[in-house]
């Protein structure tokens, strides 16, 4: 059974402040998503990475896919209380369902 | 708005009630899924439905019971519920079925079982 850990589990941290949270795996995976869930929402998709060692970035948000494909992390700089909620991350191998992590909440105070 | 839209947002239901949540995608996919998410697990993977026919059932407790009339329409059935399956249900829907595709997941319904 692949599993993908999450670290932190939680965060709070003031605005303006940079963060970086993680996505871990013992399995490789052939491409690694990332979502962000709001407090009464579903998961929305932030970006899909799917070469390793591959760094891609969304405004204030950096996802890097590490060499081996079993780990990921994002880096949020000058973080906004916009950015608060559930970051999630989603590991994919070709004919099989998505494995998700549990999650990183996120609390960015003003 | 992603295009995959829940009824209801919030249910709460006794152990003995039988109620169904719907979901509709408006985005021409061809596969459909039912996770449920609670406050101590990871979001688990309930069902899938890949041109309206089931390709996978993670050993959901037969209380649950989903139907998927066409592409467009997924229902999750419910009877006889127990109080730890209070948990947010959401559905979502994906181009094709394997993991290549993005899945877009709709608002959720809460529910509550009391």
């Known amino acids: 059974t692949q599993l993908l850990e999450q670290s932190p589990q939680f965060l709070s941290i003031q605005e303006g402040e940079n963060l970086t949270v993680y996505c871990n795996s013992s399995?490789?995976?052939?491409?690694l998503q990332w979502y962000r869930q709001e407090p009464g929402e579903g998961p929305v998709l932030l970006v899909t990475v799917v070469t390793g060692g591959e760094v891609k970035k969304l405004k204030r948000l950096t996802f890097q896919f590490g060499d081996a494909r079993k780990d990921s992390s994002l880096h949020i700089t000058a973080a906004q209380p916009g950015d608060t909620g559930l970051y999630l991350c989603a590991g994919g191998n070709y004919g099989q369902n998505f494995v998700f992590g549990p999650g990183t909440r996120l609390s960015v105070l003003p | 708005e992603t295009g995959v839209t829940q009824t209801p947002r919030h249910l709460v239901m006794g152990m003995t009630n039988k109620k169904s949540l719907k979901c509709e995608q408006h985005?021409?996919?061809?596969?459909m899924y039912w996770y449920k998410q609670s406050a101590k697990k990871p979001l688990e993977l309930m069902f899938v439905?890949?041109?309206?026919?089931?390709?996978e059932n993670n050993s959901v407790p037969s209380r649950f019971s989903p139907e998927c009339p066409n592409s467009s329409h997924l229902f999750l059935h419910l009877h006889t519920l127990q109080p730890e399956d209070s948990a947010l249900y959401l559905c979502?829907?994906?181009?094709?079925?394997?993991?290549?595709?993005?899945?877009?997941f709709g608002e959720g319904s809460w529910l509550t079982v009391v």
């Open positions: 439905y890949s041109l309206e026919e089931r390709v």
């Open positions: 399995s490789v995976f052939s491409s």
């Open positions: 979502a829907s994906s181009l094709g079925q394997t993991s290549g595709n993005t899945i877009y």
């Open positions: 985005l021409g996919h061809n596969a």
